[in-house]
């Protein structure tokens, strides 16, 4: 589908063609997106918010319109309540320092799960360090599937946040995000969603979810790096003080006191990335547009029927080789297949010889510990191989990689 829109995938490695499986990473970025960053350094570029001048004030529009094509992809109520940061890992560092400051004290509790990326434990662990707060951590199955009853257990009056990932970058699981905040709002608790692998995959919607924060990339999603997204309850963003001082994010600033801006440019201190969001817009355009007359789906909803069918293929094939373990078989999940593969005796090829060797094929994975790694130590290992899919990839691709596989395995 759509793959004439990605220069990138024409081209090959070591000769052969490229198969990208690597979009959990980062996303191929459609020409339009390249030529949106293009036309802003060539005929938009002046800084926003500052000047009268015709060019100032094109590139303020383009950057707040973006703003607003943000809020409605995610069914925001209002623009105050997206910050762009510069992904989802400044994001969610933005909401562990000024939400911390302003909500959390010594003993109070923040709830994170086990399949968190480490850039949802190590913020967490800093606040720890500062203010004395405890991490408690939600469990899963061995399918990948969250225990939903042991999160319960660990509720308490104490519980002020809980953060959890709506997909796992490395099982692809998609959590209950909307169950899981339900239940900590009825206990008193906010619920932090990361979205950065779920927004990208299907239809998020903020309202729907109840959810007090949402955190996104922007590369994840077919738009540029350096750019990223925070969705905050408005109450909540108010209450919070700001992230970094700077230019933009002031009202008034004299040698004894400083005022704020307004929602969203308390947190958004300094020359923001405008040509990030520009083309960040031009993006969620981008995908918003894709149909199929067929199927008679739209957007992301088609991208969503699309890769679940690239996966399920993915992971039928997979079992062909002997000796393949999956990492991540909820019933629940997205175009995240991650695996070992274990020699006959049981030794396990190790996932980074399995990556390079598939890399002179020119089939791109990822391997390691994925910035995951309590969901290593939970799973046993000490890393994992990963294939991810993207809107672009085909059957095709995933049989080059069932024989490269194949092929590799059989040099073991
Ligand atoms: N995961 C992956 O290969 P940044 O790097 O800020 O854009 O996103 C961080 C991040 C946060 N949460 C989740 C669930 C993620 O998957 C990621 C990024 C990439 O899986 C790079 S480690």
């Not at 109070?108 to 662990?125: C, F």
């Not at 600033?253 to 990335?273: C, I, M, Q, S, W």
Request: net charge negative; proline share 4%; aromatic share 8%.
């Amino acid at each position: 589908m759509n793959r004439i829109d990605f220069p990138i995938l024409g081209r090959e490695v070591y000769k052969r063609p490229l198969i990208y499986l690597d979009n959990a990473a980062t996303t191929q970025k459609p020409r339009c997106v390249v030529e949106a960053i293009d036309e802003m350094y060539y005929s938009v570029n002046a800084n926003v918010h500052r000047g009268v001048h015709y060019l100032s004030q094109r590139a303020t529009d383009l950057h707040e319109g973006a703003r607003e094509k943000v809020r409605a992809f995610i069914n925001a109520r209002s623009t105050a309540e997206i910050l762009f940061t510069r992904g989802t890992t400044e994001s969610l560092n933005l909401v562990a320092s000024s939400f911390s400051e302003a909500f959390l004290h010594e003993g109070d509790e923040v709830i994170l799960t086990v399949m968190e990326h480490h850039s949802d434990i190590v913020p967490w662990q800093l606040v720890r360090d500062r203010k004395g707060i405890v991490i408690k951590v939600i469990p899963m199955d061995d399918r990948g599937d969250l225990d939903l009853e042991a999160f319960k257990s660990l509720l308490t009056d104490r519980t002020r946040l809980v953060c959890c990932c709506h997909v796992s970058n490395v099982l692809g699981t998609i959590n209950p995000v909307k169950e899981i905040g339900r239940l900590a709002h009825e206990a008193g608790a906010y619920m932090l969603v990361d979205g950065a692998q779920s927004v990208p995959h299907f239809p998020v919607d903020v309202q729907d979810l109840d959810c007090d924060f949402l955190t996104f990339s922007g590369h994840k999603i077919y738009g540029p790096t350096g750019i990223g997204v925070l969705y905050g309850r408005e109450e909540l963003l108010d209450k919070m003080p700001p992230y970094q001082g700077g230019g933009e994010m002031i009202s008034r600033v004299t040698f004894e006191k400083t005022t704020y801006e307004r929602l969203p440019y308390k947190f958004e201190a300094g020359t923001p990335d405008y040509v990030g969001s520009y083309a960040l817009g031009v993006a969620l355009d981008y995908v918003s547009s894709l149909h199929d007359e067929k199927s008679g789906l739209r957007g992301m909803e088609l991208i969503a029927a699309e890769e679940a069918e690239l996966t399920r293929y993915a992971m039928e094939r997979m079992r062909e080789i002997e000796g393949v373990k999956f990492y991540g078989e909820s019933a629940q999940k997205t175009s995240v297949v991650a695996f070992n593969v274990f020699q006959p005796d049981g030794t396990l090829i190790h996932p980074m010889d399995l990556g390079t060797l598939l890399d002179r094929l020119g089939i791109a994975i990822r391997t390691g510990h994925h910035c995951a790694q309590p969901l290593m130590q939970r799973c046993g290992v000490e890393g994992m191989a990963r294939a991810s899919f993207a809107l672009y990839n085909t059957k095709d691709e995933i049989d080059a990689f069932i024989a490269g596989l194949k092929r590799v395995v059989k040099m073991f």
